[in-house]
């Protein structure tokens, strides 16, 4: 079982960064494979970016690519995401997923966040 809770999300100008993290407890952190999504109203969940538990592999949407990275510092129970060059269309609530095993790109994760409100202006 593994408990996860995001903050960093606010309101920012098109083309502001912002840094997301998500702290973790829980069962065998250092193994789980760990991924950010985002789900605006009316919209499926979106992947967005994801790390190998032993955050050797990162990967990304083409929508963020370039733009967003993900990281992790195991020894602090904690991913990041930042984010730069924002645009309006990143606009929605983030949310942390983490995955015991392999790393995948889709919503196959075993344990969320409530997720973080990520809001760009023009």
């Known amino acids: 079982q593994v408990q996860l809770v995001e903050s960093g999300g606010g309101l920012v100008q098109a083309g502001g960064s912002l840094r997301l993290s998500c702290a973790a407890s829980?069962?065998?952190?250092?193994?789980?494979?760990m991924g950010w999504f985002r789900q605006a109203p009316g919209k499926e969940r979106e992947f967005v970016a994801a790390?190998?538990?032993?955050?050797?592999?990162?990967y990304y949407s083409d929508s963020v690519k370039g733009r967003f990275a993900i990281s992790r510092i195991t020894a602090k129970n904690t991913v990041y995401l930042q984010m730069n060059s924002l645009k309006p269309e990143d606009t929605a609530v983030y949310l942390c997923?983490?995955?015991?095993?392999?790393?995948?790109?889709?919503?196959?994760?075993?344990?969320w966040g409530q997720g973080t409100q990520v809001t760009v202006s023009s």
């Open positions: 790390i190998s538990w032993t955050g050797g592999s990162t």
């Open positions: 829980g069962r065998a952190f250092s193994r789980y494979a």
């Open positions: 997923a983490a995955r015991d095993g392999v790393v995948v790109t889709s919503v196959n994760y075993n344990y």
